[in-house]
């Protein structure tokens, strides 16, 4: 298998509030929700970079898609990465993330290993990683 991942799907509770926190708070680009005239249809796609896409998606339209139970979720799961181009950057981000209604989780700091990064959650739950690393160009 190569390894070619187009969507990124995350599973959200409400659908709309999560378009408002990604579109209205974060500024993502997205036709908003489509698919609602499917029963288990109704999903939101935003595109990240060439190639690949966020998609927003009712958890218990996973759960009927995969015929798994829905169970409790965990913010441990995974983490979503933003890399940025400099310190002032991770932090524009975490407070437009604030404002947005994030919950901060671990304020912007320096790293062990020479970086420096903040987490996040959206409405969701989903951890999202904003970080500045010396090492990768953006």
Known sequence: MKPRIT???VGVNDLEKSLRFYRDGLGFTTEGIIGKEFEYGAVVFIQLQAG??????????????????????SATEMTLGHNVSSKPEVDAVMAQAQTAGAVIVKPAHDTF???YSGYFQD????????????????
Do not use: F
Request: proline share 9%; net charge negative.
């Open 7 to 9: 969507v990124i799907t």
């Open 52 to 73: 690949l896409r966020l998609a927003l998606w009712p958890r218990k339209s996973i759960a009927h898609d995969t015929g798994l139970t829905l169970y409790p979720t």
């Open 113 to 115: 290993w020479g970086g």
């Open 123 to 138: 409405p969701d739950g989903h951890l999202w990683e904003v970080v500045w690393n010396p090492q990768w160009a953006e």
